[in-house]
């Protein structure tokens, strides 16, 4: 049981190179979540999804893009990637149960946009 | 809407004092609460959650944490901190209300212990 899992660990990027961040959760949870964490602010959402084949835009969702092809899975894609996203990301999974379930998180991946 | 604020950014002990994390909270309707812990070049993982009951919440490694709705807060403490609670901690909130799927953190408190 891996739980949560993120791939790439660590990416650097010029700007204007896109590229997809894998999130895979092994514990059949319907809903999933892509944060990203900049120093004294946080988590804050970009998109999550509900089930497979739904996705909604969270609080800073310009310039990504999301997909859930399959329950297990969650991209996120960056098609022009600008410094301004340069951040840890995050994905999360959950239950839902009332809203009281935990969320558990992956390990993260570093990204830096040159 | 909700919204939380940490009131702490960074918060220094010394190995085996007390500590306590400071957590408001902002909200038009009943919420959920957590408190979240994220070692160095780890993800996060829950420490302790409030859902309803008993307003003092015990979670693990040695942490409590206590609800009190009229002053909308929920404080994180710890009695006597280890080295190994060298960490940034997240107060996060979630309304109850069934169709809200999100949760909400706070900016996040780091917390140093030392020898």
């Known amino acids: 049981n891996a739980g949560v899992t993120q791939t790439p660990k660590f990416r650097v990027l010029k700007t204007g190179q896109s590229m997809t961040l894998l999130c895979a959760q092994d514990?059949?949870?319907?809903?999933m979540y892509w944060y990203r964490q900049d120093p004294g602010m946080g988590l804050r959402l970009i998109h999550y999804s509900v089930g497979e084949g739904t996705t909604a835009k969270g609080e800073v969702p310009d310039g990504y893009n999301v997909s859930r092809l399959k329950k297990q899975n969650f991209l996120l894609g960056l098609e022009s990637a600008a410094p301004s996203q340069t951040s840890v990301y995050f994905c999360?999974?959950?239950?839902?149960?009332?809203?009281?379930?935990?969320?558990?998180f992956g390990p993260g991946t570093r990204l830096t946009v040159l | 809407a909700q919204s939380v604020t940490q009131l702490d950014s960074q918060v220094p002990v010394f190995e085996e004092a007390p500590v306590e994390l400071r957590c408001n909270y902002s909200s038009s309707v009943s919420v959920y609460l957590f408190w979240y812990v994220q070692y160095p070049n780890q993800g996060l993982q829950l420490l302790l959650k409030y859902l309803s009951g008993s307003t003092l919440v015990k979670g693990i490694n040695g942490f409590e944490a206590e609800f009190n709705k009229s002053q909308t807060s929920f404080h994180l403490r710890k009695p006597s901190v280890h080295i190994s609670d060298t960490a940034e901690y997240f107060c996060?909130?979630?309304?109850?209300?069934?169709?809200?799927?999100?949760?909400?953190f706070g900016a996040g408190t780091t917390v140093t212990v030392r020898a």
């Open positions: 514990m059949n949870h319907e809903y």
């Open positions: 999360a999974s959950t239950h839902w149960r009332g809203g009281s379930d935990t969320q558990y």
């Open positions: 996060a909130v979630r309304s109850i209300i069934s169709n809200d799927y999100k949760l909400s």
